[in-house]
T-cell receptor, first 114, second 113 residues
Framework: AQSVAQPEDQVNVAEGNPLTVKCTYSVSGNPYLFWYVQYPNRGLQFLLK??????LVKGSYGFEAEFNKSQTSFHLKKPSALVSDSALYFC????????????FGQGTTLQVKP | DTAVSQTPKYLVTQMGNDKSIKCEQN?????MYWYKQDSKKFLKIMFSYNNKELIINETVPNRFSPKSPDKAHLNLHINSLELGDSAVYFC????????????FGPGTRLTVL
C-alpha cells in the first residue's frame, strides 16, 4: 500500500536559520511526490512536486525539496526561514494510475520564532 | 476572483439533519475532489470527478453523496448527519487527472451537535 510518513509533529526553527521538514514514502512503482502548505483557517496551497528528472526540486516562496530514492525521502528545505513560513506542511504521494488521488502525510507544524 | 470557492464556510447543525456543501471552480479544470480533514488535521480524499464522471469513491458512508452538475461544480450532500461527521471539508480541483497540482478551496467547517 502507498503511504507517506512525516516523522515530526512539529519543527521549531529561529528566523534566518535553515529549515528542514522531513517526509518518507512507500510506494510500488514510480513515486510522484508533492508538498503543500496550510495556513490557519485556509485551504492547502501547492508548493512543489517531483515527477522525474533532477532530484532537487524548487518551488514557491523559496522552498525546495530533495528526492532521495535510496532513502525513500522527499524532505522540504529552505535556506533561511521567515516567521511568515509558520504553518502546517503536508507531504503527499500520488497513487499509481491516473486518478489524481493523493495520499497525505499527517502534517508537520513549522514554528519559526523571531 | 476566487479560484475554488465553497459555501457555506461554517455549518452548524443537529444530528440527523441533511445538509449540502457547494463547490465551484473558475479555473477551467476538468477534475474536482472532496477531502475531509479531521480534528487532528489528517486529510483524506473522499471523492473525485473528472468531467462530471465519478473516478474516485473512497470507503465513505453512503450517507455522503457527491453531485457534479457540470465540470465547474461539485457539491457534497450528507444525509442523517452524525457527530463523527464534524470536520473541515475541502474541495479541490486540478487541470486533469494524473500528477497535477491541486487547487484547494477555503474549506467548510461542519459541526454536528
Amino acid at each position: 500500500a502507498q503511504s507517506v510518513a512525516q516523522p515530526e509533529d512539529q519543527v521549531n526553527v529561529a528566523e534566518g536559520n535553515p529549515l528542514t521538514v522531513k517526509c518518507t514514502y512507500s510506494v510500488s512503482g514510480n513515486p510522484y511526490l508533492f508538498w503543500y502548505v496550510q495556513y490557519p483557517n485556509r485551504g492547502l496551497q501547492f508548493l512543489l512536486k517531483y515527477i522525474t528528472g533532477d532530484n532537487l526540486v524548487k518551488g514557491s516562496y523559496g522552498f525546495e525539496a530533495e528526492f532521495n530514492k535510496s532513502q525513500t525521502s522527499f524532505h522540504l528545505k529552505k535556506p533561511s526561514a521567515l516567521v511568515s513560513d509558520s504553518a502546517l506542511y503536508f507531504c503527499a504521494v500520488s497513487v499509481s494510475g491516473n486518478t489524481g488521488k493523493l495520499i497525505f502525510g499527517q502534517g508537520t507544524t513549522l514554528q519559526v520564532k523571531p | 476572483d476566487t479560484a475554488v470557492s465553497q459555501t457555506p464556510k461554517y455549518l452548524v447543525t443537529q444530528m440527523g439533519n441533511d445538509k449540502s456543501i457547494k463547490c465551484e471552480q473558475n479555473l477551467g479544470h476538468d477534475t474536482m475532489y472532496w477531502y475531509k480533514q479531521d480534528s487532528k488535521k489528517f486529510l483524506k480524499i473522499m471523492f473525485s470527478y473528472n468531467n462530471k464522471e465519478l473516478i474516485i469513491n473512497e470507503t465513505v458512508p453512503n450517507r455522503f453523496s457527491p453531485k457534479s452538475p457540470d465540470k465547474a461544480h461539485l457539491n457534497l450532500h450528507i444525509n442523517s448527519l452524525e457527530l463523527g461527521d464534524s470536520a473541515v471539508y475541502f474541495c479541490a480541483s486540478s487541470l486533469r487527472t494524473g500528477v497535477n497540482e491541486q487547487f484547494f478551496g477555503p474549506g467548510t467547517r461542519l459541526t454536528v451537535l
